[in-house]
Every structure is written in C-alpha cells, then in structure tokens.
C-alpha cells in the first residue's frame, strides 16, 4: 500500500507533491505507459478532445485509460464509457484540482490488477480549472492546457501560470470565435509571449478543424 504514513501535513504539500508525482513517473516508465494530463478551463472541451484520442488510439491497437477527474466524475466517465478503453471515475469532492496522491493510489490499484503492464496510453482529465492544477504536476508525460474561445480572448494573460507549466495548448471552439467576438490569434501570441517554447493547436471539434493535429500528438 502506498506510503500515506510518510505524509506528513505539516510538510510543504507542494514538494511533497512533486516526491509522489516523481513516484507515478517511475512506476509509468516502467511499464512505459505515455501519460497526459489535461487540464483547462470549465467547458473548454477537455472531454471532447481526449474522446477523439482514444478512439484514434484504440483504432492503432492500443490500450487506453483514461481517469476522469472532476467534482463529480459520474458525468464525463459515463461519456468515456462509450469508447474502447478503461474508465477510472475519480471524485475529487470539494477538490478542484488532482494530485500526485490521488493518481498514485490509481496507479497502484491498476498496477495490482495487472492492467498498467499492458496499457499503452493515460489520459488523466483533470477538473475544469485555470489555477491550481498547475500546483500540482502528476508524474504525467505531458501537460496539456485546454481554452476555448468562449471564456473570452483575454483569459491566457488572466492565468499566466497554468500556460508556463504546460507543453501544449488547445484553443479550441474557434467555429463560434466571431460570434463571441475573440480572437484565437489573440490567444495564441498572449501563449507565446508567457511560453515561447508552448506547442499551440488552435482546434474546433465540432468542425472537425486541426483534429488530425491533435490526434498527431498521441503518434
Ligand atoms: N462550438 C463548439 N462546441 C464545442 C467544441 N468542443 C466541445 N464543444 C462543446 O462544449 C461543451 C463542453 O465540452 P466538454 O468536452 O464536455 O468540455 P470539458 O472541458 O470536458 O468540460 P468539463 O469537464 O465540464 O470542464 C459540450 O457541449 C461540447 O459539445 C467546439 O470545438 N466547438
Ligand atoms: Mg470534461
Ligand atoms: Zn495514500
Ligand atoms: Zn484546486
């Protein structure tokens, strides 16, 4: 069972994050399971895009999982179950974020059930927030941000930080961009100008825009 014993409250809960997350990230080299962890704003699409991962994953022969990690998890997982792939429904309760703890418990019980030997792919989906997953890496590959046009094209400066901690950005729904008078081009340069190194997608899911770029990143 998993070292909580060590945990100790009065220790600085971010480093003691970054010690467990440091833990998942040897325990998923070692069965050489690629992680993503996807955080963004409420609505952005989150859902929708790793929906379109899995199903162009499983299509290639992979095994995929994926931990839906929300308030209520019920929601989104009941989504995931449509696909080819593990669901892991994870309540976060009044939790607005996942941490490296959370996901390690996930990953041992995975690791006992003789699952995490054989997958490819994990997609954790972080709860719908702009501020404190970027407290909380979680052993994870990649990080990956999700925006849409619909929060308004100022909202990258707003949050600087969760830009900073990610490798890759999605801008996504920019079909309705006109109609809620935001500019993803905007949203783009704001991006760069906090990460120059940030990979940006600008993606509508609904119309089917810049979906094989997205799909590319899991290649
Ligand atoms: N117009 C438009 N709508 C989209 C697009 N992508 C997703 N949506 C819609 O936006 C809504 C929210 O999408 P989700 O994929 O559930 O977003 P999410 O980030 O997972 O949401 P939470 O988990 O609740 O934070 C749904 O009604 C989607 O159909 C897009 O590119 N364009
Ligand atoms: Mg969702
Ligand atoms: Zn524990
Ligand atoms: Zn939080």
Request: charged share 30%; with cysteine.
């Amino acid at each position: 069972m998993h070292k909580t014993s060590d945990i100790s409250i009065d220790k600085d809960i971010i480093k003691e994050n970054i010690m467990i997350a440091n833990e998942n990230k040897v325990l998923l080299k070692k069965y050489n399971v690629k992680s993503y962890n996807i955080m963004g704003a409420i609505g952005s699409g989150k859902t929708s895009l790793i929906e379109l991962a899995i199903d162009h994953l499983v299509k290639n022969g992979k095994q995929v999982a994926v931990i839906a990690g929300d308030v209520v998890a019920e929601y989104d997982s009941n989504r995931f179950r449509k696909h080819k792939c593990l669901v892991i429904p994870l309540n976060t309760g009044k939790e607005c974020h996942l941490d490296a703890h959370l996901i390690s418990h996930e990953l041992e019980d995975l690791e006992e059930r003789g699952i995490l030997q054989d997958l490819d792919y994990l997609f954790m989906e972080n709860v719908g927030n702009l501020i404190c997953p970027s407290d909380f890496t979680l052993g994870e590959d990649k990080r990956i941000v999700v925006v849409s046009v619909s929060e308004g094209d100022d909202i990258v400066l707003k949050h600087p930080t969760i830009f900073r901690f990610s490798e890759i950005c999605i801008i996504n729904k920019i079909d309705i961009a006109e109609a809620v008078d935001a500019s993803p081009e905007k949203m783009e340069r704001d991006c760069l100008s906090l990460n120059p190194r940030i990979k940006i997608i600008k993606t509508s899911v609904k119309k089917n825009i810049r979906i094989d770029e997205w799909l590319k990143l899991f290649d």
